[in-house]
């Protein structure tokens, strides 16, 4: 990670520390920033007695919770610093005393000014995974959990994070020809579900959201594992789509329940396994969360082939960038 | 609401009260129940100080958050009260000193035996709606909140749940012929989208997952209106039908933003204004949250509506009751 972007997450850190109390740590992003951002939650519920939620931004705005406080952390992220609901909510909370912590790709952007303690990350080819979103996003937290849920592991998380460019390499060949083959299989469906648990549940949402609604046209939905079997698996049918992500954590039975059923009743069934991941070098305490940012490195690399073979860029937009809404 | 079901509540908030300090409520459950129990969280964030979260039943028992302890309260529902996940969410939360409080439909359950404080809801026709799954959990909250957020308003918006049949019925009366329009235009479209904010997400959540997926095999997703923006409206086309709740409540603007959008690009949008909705003899207090309920009335007369004039029973399945999985 480059020294700067270390030193904004050491400062906003400290600013923590110094606090007497945390109340609730609140994650406010909108789209694809929130989505990365409920790693977040997911890791404060599960390792520390720190109560956190995931806002969409403009429900915070609007329906704001009453515990948002001075005791209160809000981290926020938008990649060009200029989503307007992300930025009002990051002024609101600033406003009520809140440590506001903002993620953006672009430095001095409205964002960047309405926090207080600003964290910029890198963007684009040629940039060590661990200065990009999740990287940066993955070491804040466990910075923060050091600091309120402290244990020796979060150190040894902290400098796994620097293996992700390597670990991202090699995963995107491992999966290559498999990715090309089912873009090429499933180039005409209509619709593709997303399905998965755990930390995991924020790369299966913005999967559906982002990558296959926004950039594809291509219908979706994504189901928690744990929520399959309780509405959803009706749809189930040999030429219905899923993409299932298997998780290496807690909540593995869930996702293997999802596979065992499944792989019986569709044709179209796509597993992307975390056990499949050489992570043979990463420390055992940061495997699930390495392979949680590698995930959405090889997701990407089958969304990607699919744009592909649909002749459907991922920049084209018919309605955003495109007018007022 | 029943004398039975008044008491039974009653012991289970006196117990609540008993404890010196309550540190997180969780709502746990599966599917339609998980979706009924998003009230709650929603009445927690929005008008306590008291973190609340809801967890799909099996992500709770293999992934338990670190904060469930003797401090917690934990609220499940089942309908049947055999739903595994829950039951042993429940038993677990139990066995760590959480108070748990269980909804179910039947007495004497496994859900039933396994919560210390079980409290009954009715079914069917002819029986008063006050006495229903939502009535019960309403009714619930605001007693609950009169304990942990002390307002005088919890006992108006109490009192104002025996107005639920009568108003029920007025309500399904009033879309009566729109519903049936609505089911004739929509009858062979294979894909519909809700969307909905606020107290109303578990609304349109078991819209898409249980009445459209699971119960007529119709592809579906709900979208928050604050993330409709940012990635989803993107599959908006003149021929995508969409299903928007519109609130009374904080969230309006977003979803009339949706709706102001949604309306120029298809020519399927279907709009449930609460505004639309006589609540002139419901206390002021009380509307937005009796506007929820009656919002899930109207919306299974149109579910009602879609399955005659396809042809597709709501109580047809092909895995759920037919199969081990």
């Known amino acids: 990670m480059r020294n700067l972007h270390e030193l904004q997450i050491t400062t906003a850190v400290e600013a923590v520390a110094s606090r007497k109390e945390v109340n609730e740590v609140y994650f406010v992003a909108c789209g694809g920033s929130q989505a990365v951002l409920m790693a977040g939650q997911y890791l404060f519920d599960k390792e520390s007695s ?27 992220c938008s990649h060009s610093g200029n989503t307007p609901e992300t930025v009002a ?11 506001t912590i903002c993620l953006s790709n672009l430095e001095g952007s409205p964002l960047w000014e309405a926090a207080e303690y600003p964290v910029h990350y890198d963007w684009g080819k040629d ?17 923060l959990l050091g600091v309120l849920a402290a244990d020796a592991k979060w150190d040894i998380c902290f400098k796994e994070l620097e293996k992700l460019t390597e670990l991202s ?8 020809a498999q990715a090309k083959q089912w873009a090429k299989d499933n180039k005409r469906k209509k619709t ?23 950039m594809q046209w291509i219908n979706s939905g994504c189901i ?30 869930l996702d ?5 059923f499944a792989k019986k009743f569709t044709e179209d069934l796509l597993v992307l396994d975390q056990k499949d991941l050489d992570l043979s070098n990463v420390a055992e305490e940061a495997r699930q969360y390495v392979a949680a940012i590698l995930t959405g ?10 744009a592909f073979e649909r002749g459907h860029s991922l920049d084209v937009r018919r309605y955003m960038w495109q007018m007022e809404y």
């Open 192 to 214: 593709i579900y997303t399905i998965g648990s755990g930390i995991n549940y924020g790369e299966v949402y913005s999967t559906a959201m982002c990558w296959f609604m926004e």
């Open 50 to 76: 720190v109560p956190s939620h995931v806002y969409t931004a403009n429900e915070f705005v609007y329906d704001t919770p009453k515990n948002l406080c001075e005791k209160s952390v809000v981290i926020s």
């Open 169 to 176: 390499t090699k995963a995107k060949e491992q999966y290559d």
């Open 127 to 143: 940039v060590s995974d661990s200065d990009k979103n999740k990287g940066i996003l993955y070491g804040l937290l466990f910075k």
């Open 89 to 99: 909510a990051t002024k609101l909370a600033r406003s009520k005393g809140a440590i």
């Open 256 to 260: 293997e329940r999802v596979e065992n």
């Open 297 to 306: 490195v090889v997701i990407r690399h089958f969304v990607e082939a699919i």
């Open 224 to 253: 928690h594992s744990g929520e399959f079997f309780h509405g959803p698996f009706e749809v189930t049918d040999y030429d219905v789509p899923f993409m299932l992500v298997k998780s290496i954590g807690n909540t593995r039975f």
